[in-house]
């Protein structure tokens, strides 16, 4: 299962136009609809579709590992789920003048629906395009990579055709942008990228949680992963936070953000030449170390430190690709245990817990950091605020290391690496193998003739 760079970029490309969905989702929206809703039931309204997803996220994803068509497993879901996402963003993007919580909240239901049928299979797909442990790296930074290029893309919309900010006139450009960018590109990667024909069993529920619940590399791997996105949603949460009550630099948010970004898609083929030589777990270690040490300056900086936060910015940016990419190719290795052991290629069910253990890390995050930031004092209606804004350089500098540190220390000594994964393969090959002749000798049983004797 070998593909040509051409076939993992265009792999890859599908990801932007997702991003450009994704991001006023979680940035525009709320403020958008909020000024004329309220933002208590806009959040509310949001919050509720976007629990949809603990529904979705794993149905779909045993629903995929279940299909069986001529196209494939994976990608009739995507293009299920193309219309559904584009008519649903056109509604929430260009709504009519008069809209109610309703409106919100059932075209947000439809787009998070939409949003599930085309990413999760999308993710499986590339873990099952290929059993390289180093090529599995690449197809998830080719789609890492288009995701960050995505977001770039639409934290810059709003200056690049606007006023600045995520107005009317904003969000129906980008409504205009996902219709003539998301089609051609996702029916470029379905052309082009292959998906194979895999044998599969199917498991029972009771069987397929004994085999999850004993799959310790993978427990173990997402335990990490929750650690380093609670470090990574912190920040993310509080950023804007910091430049405008810390360093007192609020106009300098869209360029920091925009340096963060540009210098981890830079960054990432390094990376993953990194990681073809000590290991994707252990470049992952190193990145997170790296990070850790970076940000240790944080909580010294105060007003009017912007270069030296722009410093930061450059420094820090440098891992934050390889934080998307390489724990998805680590994630794909490790399916390939639960296949060995008898769960049937189950890709799906288990990035469906990926997800959401992604969205649980962000949830955390955010819950974590407002009810504490105000327990220790920070009132962002205040700018003259020293003990407040000491705090907030704290949890937005300080706390996360503590989470990186402990994710590092579950990645250091992870025990599926290279070699592992080869004798994974070969397990895997042996258990599939037994499973068809099992079937065969099955369906040859049924068709027998019975016989006549004498």
Known sequence: MSLSRGQILTYGLPAVPLAVMGVPMYVFLPGFYGETLGLAA?????LL???WDVVTDPLIGSLGDRLQTRWGRRRPLIAAGLPILLVSAWALFRPPEAVGLGYLLGWGLAA???WTLMSLPYTAWGAELSEDYDQRASLTASREGFMLAGTLLA???PTLV???????ETLSG?????VLLLPPVVALALWRVPEYRLTAHSVGWREGWQLLRHNRPFLRLLAAYVMNGLANGLPASLFTLFV????????WTGPLLLVYFVVGIAALPGWLWLSRRIGKHRAWALSMLWTSLIFAAVPFLGPGDTTAFLIICLLSGVGVAVDMALPAAIQADLVDIDTAAGGGRRTGLYFGIWNMATKLALALAVGIAFPLLEWFGFDATRVEDRDGTFALALFYGAVPIGFKLAATALMWRFPHDRRAQVATRARMHDTEQA???TDSRARSQRISPPSTGN
Do not use: K, N, Q
Not at 162 to 168: L, P, T
Not at 244 to 251: D, G
């Open 174 to 178: 980008l409504a205009w942008l996902l």
């Open 112 to 114: 998070y629906l939409g």
């Open 42 to 46: 806009v959040g509310a309204a949001l």
């Open 435 to 437: 499973y068809a002749s």
């Open 162 to 168: 606007g006023a600045g900010r995520a107005d009317a």
């Open 155 to 157: 934290i810059a919309w």
């Open 244 to 251: 405008i009550h810390v360093l007192r630099a609020e106009a």
């Open 49 to 51: 579709a976007r629990l």
